[in-house]
């Protein structure tokens, strides 16, 4: 919990790294959405659920009031603050093929993730709060 209340209480500025990193093709990809107007942002979350325990979110969407919120050569990334410790590190990517294209995360904090790549899990060890929705 002090790590939680650290992060809220930190700008992003003080942060040494983006938490999330989007991949060239990622970030193509979003500007496109961006730049059509369909979205101000890409928000990031993650919520207890899925076969594997933990589901990535996306949205395209304006940040909230209380997201960590950063800048990638012109587009503006938001992340729910409860997931930092959940996707701390992660990459964005954008894969394009017939079968399962779509953004998809390279996440160094999961241990496995299901067929799909949609849900996740982590370390049993690693203590990362309540699983509710973020």
Known sequence: ?????????????????SPVVLSELAWNKAMEFV??????????????????????????DAPHADDIVWDQDGLTLALAPDSLVYLNGATLNWKDNLMDG??????????????CGSSFRLNDEVNCGDESAV
Do not use: H
């Open 1 to 17: 919990m002090v790590w939680y209340i650290i992060i809220m209480s930190t700008n992003i500025k003080d942060i040494k790294q």
């Open 35 to 60: 730049d059509t107007g369909i979205a101000e942002a890409i928000r990031m979350a993650v919520k207890g659920g899925g076969c594997s325990g933990f589901t990535y979110q996306l949205a395209l």
């Open 102 to 115: 779509g953004f998809e995360f390279d996440n160094p904090n999961a241990v496995a993730a299901c067929g």
